[in-house]
């Protein structure tokens, strides 16, 4: 079942991509960034409240807070610097580069998170690689 969700999270990003290249064309990235942010919010929190689970928020440790919290932080950032490259560059030419953090969350979770290394994995990432620079050159 998770295959089918990280499938539609690929359709949703890739619309997301062509959306936001369109809606960012005569606004200000830091502006749009706020928009979208918004939306975002309202339909995450819409979903909690749906599903009735804003009790287990105080079973939420601190560890778990504050990684959350990190994540929001590079989620922000990671979306700013998206914005800004898509107002500035041709979406072609920056989705592949953002697309890149693929490799970089294989190398990172192999570097911190003590995640295996396979063969199929690392052939895998450096296709990833290949693929970037062949597309953005």
């Given amino acids: 079942m998770w295959a089918i969700f990280a499938l539609l999270s690929a359709v ?5 991509s062509l959306l936001a290249k ?5 606004v200000n990235s830091n502006l749009a960034t706020a928009i979208r942010t918004t939306v975002v919010l ?6 909690v409240l749906l599903t009735g689970k804003t009790g287990e928020m105080a079973q939420i440790n ?3 807070w504050l990684f959350l ?7 922000g950032l990671s979306w ?3 914005y800004y490259a898509l107002q500035k560059g ?13 490799v970089i969350t294989v190398v990172l979770a192999f570097l911190l998170l003590h995640e295996k290394a396979d063969a199929k994995t690392v052939f895998g990432c450096l ?3 290949a693929g970037t620079f062949v597309m953005i050159l």
Avoid at 12 to 16: D, G, P
Avoid at 22 to 26: C, I, P, S, T
Avoid at 93 to 100: E, R
């Fill in 12 to 16: 949703f990003a890739a619309a997301t």
């Fill in 22 to 26: 369109v809606g960012v064309e005569h």
């Fill in 42 to 47: 309202v339909m995450a929190w819409g979903m």
């Fill in 62 to 64: 601190s560890r778990s």
């Fill in 69 to 75: 919290i990190l994540s929001g932080i590079a989620t």
């Fill in 80 to 82: 700013l610097c998206y």
């Fill in 90 to 102: 041709p979406a072609s030419k920056v989705v592949p580069i953002d697309k890149f953090s693929v």
């Fill in 127 to 129: 296709l990833i690689t």
